[in-house]
């Protein structure tokens, strides 16, 4: 079952809740990995280091909910493409533009969650 990854303010964390991004300093310290429990000092240490927000890991997301979530970032795309490699250069004597179809490509690659 794939997991969900939420930005919240350190001020909502708990003790118990598990990064799913490193924390950097402003210098781009690591100051806590990815994957590291939350506690009571942790939270604190991240305050006096001036730390707004944090990724966790959420809850785990069924399997028909993240292909759910798939399909609408895909129907989304599409539509934002409603006509992939139909817009018109500006001259009407050139082709098509081919880095629409590419671009069409990469986006909907990224929000389907495939990497290539």
């Keep these: 079952m794939p997991t969900r990854h939420t930005q919240i303010a350190l001020t909502d964390a708990t003790p118990g809740m598990t990064l799913s991004d490193p924390v950097l300093d402003t210098k781009g310290n690591i100051l806590l990995p990815g994957g590291a429990t939350l506690t009571t000092a942790l939270?604190?240490?991240?305050?006096?280091?001036?730390i707004d927000t944090i990724a966790i890991t959420a809850a785990l997301v069924s399997q028909a909910d993240a292909d759910a979530e798939r399909d609408r970032q895909i129907a989304r795309v599409e539509r934002l493409f409603r006509k992939p490699g139909m817009i018109a250069a500006p001259d009407p004597a050139a082709p098509a533009l081919e880095n629409t179809d590419l671009l069409h490509g990469y986006i909907l690659n990224f929000r389907s969650g495939v990497m290539s």
């Excluded at 939270?43 to 001036?50: G, K």
């Design 43 to 50: 939270l604190a240490s991240l305050q006096r280091h001036q």
